[in-house]
């Protein structure tokens, strides 16, 4: 049986690399994106040239009836899902809390927390044995931020992300008995275009004192942690929150 995967945001930085990794381990891939379909293309005509199978699937993991659209597609161009890849994220311009916007917190945890959520429940439902699934695994991607704070920059990201790992060890014991396996990824300082995004693009530069192996990390790093966890040779690893942070 074909092994299809879905990574989400998955048309730069970590989801690019996790799209192209797993393609290379003989995933049949849909890369999502929300806006940019040049990107996803590449993506995908790179996973084509290298003997692959790929589509590229737009949806804002914000909006439900998008996120429909998107399995419903995947579904009928590849396959039934046998893995996911939660990496759609968002983060916004540095800010403290009493500066932040109820619209910026409500963006905030739509895309990272509430999209994550939906598109797991879509996952499950196709994943799950107890709704006829031959089981599967899911890869929620958090943030070393869950653990720092983010304090004075992303407060509401890395509460955001904080609620993503509570929910992967909700979800991992809730789907344990019925074959799907629930982890999650904490990157660290990556060398990804999300800080430009944030308004610090030069942002692994100026922190990677503090990172005990003096460096930011690579997206192809964090790839190679993701697509272990949906290996079979993380069998027996669910509930797992894997830091890849270079000690930080």
């Known amino acids: 049986m074909t092994q299809v995967i879905l990574v989400t945001g998955g048309s730069r930085g970590i989801g690019a690399a996790t799209a192209l990794l797993a393609a290379r381990k003989g995933y049949a891939v849909a890369v999502n994106y929300t806006a940019d379909a040049k990107a996803a293309g590449d993506v995908v005509r790179q996973i084509r040239d290298g003997g692959g199978t790929a589509v590229a699937l737009q949806a804002d993991v914000a ?9 419903e597609a995947m579904d009928s161009q590849l396959g039934r899902l046998t893995a ?23 963006r905030m945890f739509d895309v990272n927390v509430i999209g994550a959520i939906v598109c797991a429940r879509e996952a ?14 899911i890869v929620n991607v958090s943030s070393a931020a869950s653990r720092l704070g983010a304090a004075g920059q992303y407060v509401d990201y890395a509460a955001a992300k904080g609620a993503i790992d509570v929910f992967t060890v909700g979800l991992a014991r809730e789907v344990a008995a019925e074959g799907i396996r629930v982890n999650a990824v904490r990157p660290g300082l990556i060398e990804t275009d999300i800080h430009a995004s944030g308004g610090i693009p030069d942002r692994v530069r100026q922190l990677s004192h503090l990172v005990p192996m003096l460096r930011g990390g690579s997206a192809d790093e964090v790839a190679q942690a993701i697509v272990w966890l949906l290996s079979a ?16």
């Open 124 to 137: 499950v439902r196709r994943m799950s044995t107890r709704h006829g699934g031959a089981g599967g695994a």
């Open 233 to 248: 040779e993380a069998s027996y690893t669910t509930m797992s929150l894997l830091d890849v942070s270079g000690g930080r």
């Open 63 to 71: 909006q439900e009836d998008q996120v429909l659209a998107m399995f």
């Open 84 to 106: 996911l890849v939660n990496n759609a994220g968002v983060v916004d311009l540095a800010a403290r809390v009493d500066e932040m916007s109820v619209a910026r917190l409500r």
